[in-house]
């Protein structure tokens, strides 16, 4: 179906569980308009610190840009250029709409110690800003874990599956788990690929019960 010529959406995001919650209200709002979509992750995070969280995080990503037929690009650069990067990227897609969310917007505004969104008024004359809610962009969801670290599953005889942390043994699944925070036990989420997807399963005291996507549950 052919796009208009008018409108064209441009969604901004860094990494983290709220990503792809923006990423889908902005497919959203390109559908409506029946216009383009771009998605550009701001990469600030240190590479070594964060580097599982980045490889989750851009499988997720380039999976909902390939189902909204929307074009990706990641732009790494410090936090206090975040503005320059924003607007030369728009300016560049010609993008008439841009939209980010609450909880980047009181992040960056907080490390550049001002307001990004008269910065970005300022520089990106020519579209229009949307700041979405936390609420919006992030429905009922709270991202309480902590950063990404290598695990593995090892099936078991009765179907169920062990977290492990060591592969010596052999492993059933390699990917990312991500613990809950303020536990002792090792609950969480377990992320992998499957069948070229990316699935995340519910872990709880070490065992995932079911190898059942949480968004399916």
Not at 25 to 45: H, M
Not at 130 to 149: L, M, Q, S
């Amino acid at each position: 179906m052919p796009t208009s010529s008018n409108e064209r959406i441009l969604v901004c995001v860094n990494y983290g569980h709220h990503g792809s919650k923006l990423i889908k209200r902005g497919a959203s709002l390109a559908a409506q308009l029946n216009a383009p979509l771009s998605i550009l992750v701001f990469d600030s995070l240190p590479e070594e610190e964060y580097k599982h969280d980045k490889k989750i995080d851009m499988s997720i990503f380039k999976e909902l840009a390939d189902e909204y037929g929307a074009d990706l690009s990641v732009e790494k650069s410090h936090a206090y250029n975040i503005t320059n990067v924003i607007s030369n990227f728009a300016k560049e897609k010609q993008a008439t709409q841009i939209v980010i969310g609450q909880i980047a917007e009181n992040l960056w505004t907080a490390l550049l110690g001002g307001s990004i969104i008269d910065t970005l008024l300022e520089k990106a004359p020519f579209a229009d800003l949307h700041v979405v809610p936390k609420e919006r962009a992030d429905e009922t969801d709270n991202w309480n874990f902590e950063r990404g670290v290598s695990a593995y599953l090892v099936e078991q005889t009765d179907g169920t599956y062990e977290l492990r942390f060591d592969d010596s043994k052999g492993f059933t699944y390699e990917g990312v788990f991500f613990k809950e925070r303020q536990t002792d036990f090792n609950s969480g989420i377990f992320s992998f690929t499957k069948d070229g997807h990316i699935f995340e399963v519910r872990v709880d005291d070490g065992t995932v019960r079911q190898l059942v996507d949480i968004d399916e549950t």
